[in-house]
């Protein structure tokens, strides 16, 4: 069984009862990953005695525990902890199909100038196919404009070199939700994305216990947030500038004249006053 230079990163928090699943998902790949490594986010299930059995059987596998910090310090951790040029994201409750590594890092030894990839998903709810609206489906190349309006990259079809992250750093550890959101943007505004073409990872969604189902309401605040702060603190093109801007204007006033419908006044005049200064700004260049 080939073997690839390849660490995969579970981040996981009281999850146990779909961990041995995503798991199990990447000890039967077709090229197997060189190391798994699981961070425990502070579980209070029996995760640790989960993992335990598997690496009795698989010493590639490592589980490293921190307190509950959220996904993206999580992950940041495997980062820093992982030994090889390549990572690949895995969320605890999603699977791979069996040829996922072996057709995803072949296309990157393929095309070297990638520094990262993604796939098509399979969606799942309560078990049953879900179809993808068009604005979800992957693009390939400069996909900027696409991570704008949304989270365009699913986390578990990522893999990427490791120099990516030496290059553009980590994902924001205080974003407890949107970090995915607000690094895609950060990544994409210098490098293209390879895609491969293929549903090769399988989310599932729609559990209350997500992050994605908790932050449901007032999730584009974090987005609108991830935007400013692009705006403020990062190098853009002229046509990056712009289309950031019109972006955070939208979200802003959609934002803004929500809360004000629903009686929260003071914040909805404070993010329409946003959109306005963002406007301002963006006539004046």
């Known amino acids: 069984m080939t073997t690839c230079p ?15 699943r995503a798991i199990d998902s990447v000890l039967v790949q077709t090229c197997k990953c060189d190391e798994l490594l699981i961070i425990d986010d502070g579980s209070t299930d029996g995760t640790k005695k989960l ?5 009795t059987d698989n010493p590639q596998i490592q589980y490293l525990w921190q307190p509950n910090n959220g996904p993206a310090s999580a992950r940041n951790l495997g980062i820093t902890r992982a030994r090889n040029p390549f990572i690949a ?33 399979k969606w799942l709810r309560n078990g049953q196919h879900l179809n993808q609206k068009k604005i979800h489906i992957p693009r390939h190349g400069d996909i900027f404009d696409h991570c704008l309006s949304l989270c365009a990259v699913g986390m578990s079809t990522v893999m990427a070199q490791t120099e990516l992250f030496r ?22 505004r210098n490098y293209p994305f390879l895609l491969v073409g ?5 989310k599932e969604g729609g559990r ?32 990056q500038r712009i289309q950031a801007c019109q972006e955070a204007i939208k ?35």
């Open 6 to 20: 390849v660490t995969t990163i579970i981040p996981t928090y009281n999850r146990s009862s779909f961990l041995g």
């Open 51 to 55: 993992v335990e059995k598997y690496r």
């Open 89 to 121: 994201f895995l969320d605890s409750d999603d699977h791979w199909h069996r040829k996922k590594i072996e057709k995803q890092y072949g296309a990157m030894v393929k095309s070297p100038e990638y520094l990262i990839s993604h796939t098509y998903e």
């Open 167 to 188: 290059k553009e750093g980590l994902f924001a550890a205080e974003l407890r939700c949107c970090e995915d959101y607000d690094y895609w943007l950060r990544v994409s």
């Open 198 to 202: 293929e549903p090769l990872t399988i």
């Open 208 to 239: 209350e216990d997500q992050v994605s189902w908790q932050y449901r309401v007032g999730m584009d605040k974090l987005r609108i947030t991830s935007l400013v702060n692009l705006l403020e603190n990062f190098s853009l093109s002229k046509k």
């Open 251 to 285: 979200k802003a006033t959609i934002y803004g004249n929500g809360c004000i419908r629903y009686g929260k006044k003071d914040e909805g005049a404070q993010y329409l006053c946003l959109a306005a200064d963002i406007h301002k700004q963006l006539q004046e260049k």
